[in-house]
């Protein structure tokens, strides 16, 4: 996991596990305000999508992970001829990218400590992604069974398995490094 | 990771051809008979019949594969606590069958034995009805994944499984959005059996993979 973020040319020491927590908190606030705020506007009618491309780009920018670029180094490491590759357009304009070439693949690659953690948290994730799913699954045989029951909501059925099938996808993006922000301990300076 | 001591359907799991076998069996029983269901949703008198029974395969058949319910080929992740997950000796089962745990292993006896001493209790006690409780709830530690390396490596498979299944959860969410776009009619037709698709897989793919990859195990003479 890297020490310190990246953004608008500006390092943000990451260090403290209370730094992270904040981050995290306030990652999954902003998602949950863009959710609702796209339920009051349309409905989630074209909007949900919207929400979708800021995870991606909070997985970008903050979280990493699954991408090249935030706190968590990346789950697979790049194959070693794009380890130095430029960095896109994005990151240029948002000046997140790493001011200071890191070494070959230091700044890559996983060591065994860090592969345990990986796996432990995406079994963590899983675990409640598993009870996550079950919802709309259960949302949607009460609905066969008992029709009725839907007719009263401010939301119709497929609204609602929308708008849970959305927050789960949300959770598939993020919760593995989020788990992993959350837990990691203080780090101490090397040397 | 593999169960020696639960013999699902009567097999014997040490060998990976079997394991692969019963894989791809729990597949088409999952997968043939959801299909036809869900294909033939249109007719009122079935909607919820396919339901129960979509309900009971996916309550039932995990614990098949073992891992979420005891009793599987795959040892169990981690201790269960809810009774209704449990396989108990006084419960009849299906596909196998674990033993408790002994009772210094679970601390909830050992509060109620504090709480309520049962030596002093009548057979009308309402604290007998506490001991028989906490004995009901005993968790199965018998088949639970145990040492460092079992569970390192169940870790490492729900990556992979994790990996497999949030391209499968996109790609399943782009089908969702395109099929609502070209027609919200099919939405409520299909919605089911896209809800039902991720969560199986979600309840089956690490034991799935565990299963399929394992190497044949040796035989203690």
Redesign the interface.
């Known amino acids: 996991m890297n020490a310190e973020l990246v953004l608008f040319g500006k390092r943000i020491d990451m260090a403290l596990r209370r730094r992270r927590r904040l981050l995290v908190l306030a990652i999954y606030t902003v998602l949950a305000a863009l959710l609702a705020a796209a339920w009051v506007f349309t409905h989630w009618r074209g909007s949900g ?1 919207y929400v979708f491309w800021a995870a991606l780009l909070a997985c970008k920018l903050f979280l990493g992970g ?1 991408y090249k670029g935030g706190l968590v180094k990346p ?2 490491p790049p194959r070693p001829d794009k380890w130095n590759m430029p960095s896109g357009v994005l990151a240029l304009k948002l000046r997140i990218y790493q001011p200071v070439p890191q070494d070959e693949e230091t700044g890559w690659r996983n060591d065994e400590r860090e592969l ?1 953690q ?3 948290a ?2 963590l ?2 675990q409640a ?2 009870m996550a ?2 919802l ?2 259960f949302l ?2 009460l609905r ?2 008992r029709p009725q029951l839907f007719g009263w909501g401010v939301a119709t ?2 609204q609602a ?2 708008g849970l ?2 927050i ?2 949300l959770l ?2 993020t919760l ?1 490094q989020a788990i992993l922000l959350w837990t990691e301990p203080d780090m101490r300076e090397s040397g | 990771m593999i169960s020696t001591a639960n013999r699902v359907l009567g097999l014997s799991m040490v060998r990976r051809r079997t394991r692969q076998w019963l894989v791809a069996g729990y597949w088409c029983v999952v997968g043939v008979p959801a299909a036809v269901l869900f294909l033939h949703r249109g007719r009122h008198s079935f909607t919820g019949f396919a339901a129960i029974v979509a309900i009971q395969m996916l309550v039932n058949l995990p614990s098949l594969l073992g891992g979420v319910r005891a009793g599987g080929a795959v040892k169990l992740y981690r201790e269960v606590k809810w009774a209704p997950l449990l396989d108990r000796d006084d419960v009849q089962t299906v596909f196998g069958h674990a033993t408790a745990v002994p009772e210094s292993l679970h601390p909830g006896a050992t509060v109620a034995k504090w709480l309520f001493p049962q030596e002093k209790a009548t057979s009308h006690d309402p604290r007998i009805w506490v001991h028989e409780l906490w004995n009901r709830s005993k968790p199965v530690v018998a088949g639970l994944i145990g040492p460092e390396a079992e569970l390192d490596e169940r870790d490492r498979v729900h990556f992979v499984a994790y990996t497999i299944a949030r391209w499968l959860a996109l790609a399943l969410f782009a089908v969702y959005l395109g099929m609502g776009a070209a027609n919200s009619q099919w939405l409520a037709r299909i919605g089911p059996l896209f809800l039902f698709v991720p969560t199986l897989l979600l309840w089956s793919l690490p034991q799935t993979l565990i299963l399929w990859t394992e190497p044949d195990m040796e035989v203690a003479p």
Do not use: C, E, K, N
Request: hydrophobic share 50%; charged share 10%.
């Open positions: 999508m699954y789950f697979q345990i990986r796996d432990r995406h079994y994730a899983y992604l598993g799913v079950i709309p699954w949607s045989y066969i069974l059925a497929d398995y929308y099938t959305l789960a996808l598939f993006l593995p």
